[in-house]
């Protein structure tokens, strides 16, 4: 059974930065590479938000509007780990951060589709705050 854990969240001023990491447990390390990977968030009293997703070899990326130019999504095949490095962040960015795998190949019109993600990990929680 695939298990996602999100880490590198916590609590940073304005204007800071933070990068999440994405990876799996109790699950072959190298299966991961076979999966494209989206990044979403959930803030306080709001849906679920697509951030950002990347395909398995790295070729296709996107990113919402609202992140564009701040964040950037990776992979690193060697360590089996998608990572999502967060610049100039802002409050409005406060939110429980998930990454989840999806086997279809994400595309500009459907990569924000939960439906098409089918393992999700718990989240990690970023607060931006002064």
């Known amino acids: 059974q695939v298990q996602l854990v999100e880490s590198g969240g916590g609590l940073v001023q304005p204007g800071g930065s933070l990068r999440l990491s994405c990876t799996a447990s109790?699950?072959?390390?190298?299966?991961?590479?076979?999966?494209?990977v989206g990044w979403f968030r959930q803030a306080p009293g709001k849906g679920r938000e697509g951030i950002s997703s990347?395909?398995?070899?790295?070729?296709?990326?996107y990113y919402a509007d609202f992140v564009k130019g701040r964040f950037t999504i990776s992979r690193d095949s060697a360590k089996s780990t998608v990572y999502l490095q967060m610049n100039n962040l802002k409050p409005e960015d406060t939110a429980i951060y998930y990454c989840?795998?999806?086997?279809?190949?994400?595309?500009?019109?459907?990569?924000?589709?939960?439906?098409?993600?089918?393992?999700w990990g718990q989240g990690t929680q970023v607060t931006v705050s002064s």
């Open positions: 990347i395909s398995k070899s790295a070729g296709r990326k």
């Open positions: 989840a795998l999806r086997t279809s190949l994400p595309g500009a019109s459907d990569w924000r589709d939960e439906g098409e993600y089918a393992y």
């Open positions: 109790r699950f072959d390390p190298f299966e991961l590479d076979a999966y494209h």
